[in-house]
């Protein structure tokens, strides 16, 4: 495999088989909203917020109003505030943080890994070994906005200022995306993890050229007529999918992949 493949570790669950169909003959992949994500700290960074100047309230505002079309009677009132320096309050700041926290959490986001192999991922995201990795090819072409992005590994938990403008900062906006999705713990940190992030779109499934599926690859623990039914989609395939399994080695605590289609 070459290092441009990424993989995705999915577990076995008798009511979700149709999942590995979906994926290696379709190209559908499931994309799950962040609050379904086991850590309790991703995308759960600290917020703060500094004073922000009446004039610069002022002009946040007159922006948006520009950008929105409504009712005069309520852009009237929200500039109003924005004289009064309600920006600085606790009611406003709360609000903001709250609708944000919904946001984060409704975002969906696809975690891909570089190695087949790692005995920590096949037994937490693989049901002990008896789900399957998927292997995808991102030399191939995929939207610009819609490429895995590395993750970073922190002691410390990422602070994000709410009071930063992010929609006309691009340094605010950079570290934004870098600190909020892009941070984890230390202790994921042999993970190595890429995220493809889902701005703007809702949880579900995400269509992809079922040609940039090279490979999945089978837990030691896994079915085998799922075994059986990727061989069978690989037979009918056009694009070449390798179907192989893992094993454990008889020498060293790691893993081994046979592939099982010639």
């Given at each position: 495999m070459t290092s441009n493949i990424l993989w995705r570790y999915r577990p076995y669950l008798p009511e979700r088989e149709q999942e590995l169909e979906e994926i290696v003959a379709e190209?559908?992949?499931?994309?799950?909203?962040?609050?379904?994500?086991?850590d309790p700290f991703d995308l759960n960074p600290v917020f703060r917020h500094t004073d922000i100047p009446i004039s610069e309230q002022v002009r946040r505002v007159e922006r948006m109003i520009h950008l929105h079309t409504g009712n005069p009677a309520a852009r009237d009132d929200v500039l109003e505030k924005a004289r009064a320096g309600y920006m600085n309050s606790d009611q406003y700041r709360a609000g903001i943080e709250e609708a944000l926290r919904r946001e984060l959490g409704a975002i969906p986001i696809l975690c891909f890994y570089p190695d087949w192999g790692s005995l920590p991922m096949w037994a937490h995201y693989a049901t002990t070994a008896s789900g399957f990795a998927v292997g995808v090819d991102f030399s191939e072409p995929w939207e610009e906005?819609?490429?895995?992005?590395?993750?970073?590994?922190?002691?410390?938990r990422p602070v994000l200022n709410l009071s930063d403008d992010i929609a006309e900062d691009k340094a605010a906006r950079r570290s934004y995306l870098e600190h909020v999705f892009l941070t984890k713990s230390n202790v994921w940190a042999q993970e190595q993890e890429q995220r493809?992030?889902?701005?703007?779109?809702?949880?579900?499934?995400?269509?992809?050229?079922?040609?940039?599926?090279?490979?999945?690859?089978?837990?030691?623990?896994?079915?085998?007529?799922?075994?059986?039914?990727?061989?069978g989609i690989a037979r009918e395939s056009v694009h070449g999918l390798t179907v192989s399994q893992i094993s454990i080695s008889d020498r060293t605590y790691s893993l081994e992949r046979h592939v099982l289609n010639p």
């Open positions: 190209g559908k992949i499931w994309c799950p909203a962040s609050r379904n994500f086991n906005v819609f490429y895995p992005l590395p993750v970073a590994y922190s002691n410390e493809v992030i889902f701005h703007g779109r809702s949880e579900g499934h995400y269509g992809v050229d079922p040609s940039v599926v090279k490979e999945v690859c089978f837990g030691f623990k896994a079915p085998e007529h799922l075994i059986e039914a990727a061989l």
